[in-house]
């Protein structure tokens, strides 16, 4: 798993991953089936919601992210003067 600090962390995350798994399971028959796909998110929609304040921290954080989020648009985005 990846952004995870320690073994503890990890297996916090393995028992609340697991926690939400059998919530689900006990009320399976409470749950209607959805039939509809629903929308994916966008990456540039997405992109676009952040403040913009620290590209080079997101990008160093995020490595597989890089290809999402280049230098170019973090300086486009900023010349822009978009903001929330």
């Known amino acids: 798993m990846r952004g995870i ?4 962390e990890a297996h916090a995350l ?3 991953i697991q926690g939400q ?3 689900i399971y006990e009320r399976r028959d ?3 089936p ?6 994916g998110l966008k990456v540039m929609e997405i992109l676009k919601l ?4 620290n590209c080079r921290a997101l990008r160093q954080s995020y490595g ?3 290809s999402f989020f280049p230098e170019a648009f973090c300086r486009a985005w900023r010349k ?3 903001s929330l």
């Not at 600090?5 to 503890?8: E, K, N, W």
């Not at 952040?50 to 304040?53: A, E, I, V, Y």
Request: glycine share 4%.
């Open 5 to 8: 600090r320690d073994l503890d």
């Open 34 to 39: 959805r039939y509809t796909s629903q929308a």
């Open 21 to 23: 798994v059998n919530d």
């Open 64 to 66: 597989d992210f890089q």
């Open 30 to 32: 409470q749950i209607a």
């Open 50 to 53: 952040l403040p913009m304040t």
């Open 14 to 16: 393995i028992a609340w």
């Open 80 to 82: 822009s003067g978009s």
